[in-house]
């Protein structure tokens, strides 16, 4: 089965209340609901980074309230620096650190996607790096000022302020915004393959 006819018969549920991945979406023109599922995110003992976006999607896909003739979007971005991994900020205390942190360094950002169509499921990773500038003082001060930071995995958001701060991206850019909307394409292609070689 070919991802258009696929498209026809289901329709994509987003198990996300964020506005960026619901505008990533609709830019790709892949029409959707939004349903978010509500999980808690605390990353597991001995549990790598890239381990816990991937656990957190298929967890997200798998309690979103979904008819069955629906297809499940769910996906979880987290940022590691020093081997640290950056969730949203709590505070502006919090959202200074995590800038100190990101602040002349390289670091990754990860998101973790799951397609879900009844008990079927592809679930993947996508890995962008970022690197940032030096930040000063004044800089960090003014960021977290301006509000940006908040609700964003490591305190910024790549297409807003903080963009001035940017030295180079090498991956997906669209990951670091919160979809990799050309591997989300890519893994639901490959969903509608597998139900199409399991009915023949």
Not at 13 to 41: F, G, H, Q, T, W
Not at 132 to 150: N, W
């Amino acid at each position: 089965m070919d991802v258009y006819s696929y498209l026809t018969m289901r329709r994509v549920v987003l198990a996300s209340a964020s506005p960026r991945r619901r505008e990533l979406l609709a830019a790709a023109r892949i029409a959707c609901r939004v349903a978010p599922a509500d999980i808690p995110e605390v990353l597991g003992e001995g549990e790598t980074a890239e381990q816990y976006v991937a656990r957190l999607a298929s967890e997200k896909a798998a309690a979103a309230l979904a008819g069955a003739d629906e297809l499940v979007l769910a996906a979880d971005t987290t940022v590691v620096v020093d081997g640290q991994v950056l969730e949203k900020p709590g505070d502006a205390e919090d959202a200074a650190r995590m800038l100190r942190l990101l602040s002349g360094k390289t670091h990754m950002v990860l998101t973790g996607i799951c397609w879900r169509d009844g008990e079927r499921a592809r679930v993947a990773v996508e890995r962008t790096l970022v690197r940032v500038a030096r930040l000063s003082e004044e800089d960090i001060r003014t960021y977290v000022e301006s509000g940006e930071p908040f609700g964003k995995a490591g305190a910024y958001g790549i297409q807003g302020m903080f963009s001035r701060w940017v030295d180079g991206v090498e991956g997906c850019y669209f990951n670091v915004v919160g979809l990799p909307v050309g591997r989300v394409w890519r893994e639901l292609e490959m969903l509608a393959a597998s139900l199409a070689d399991a009915r023949s």
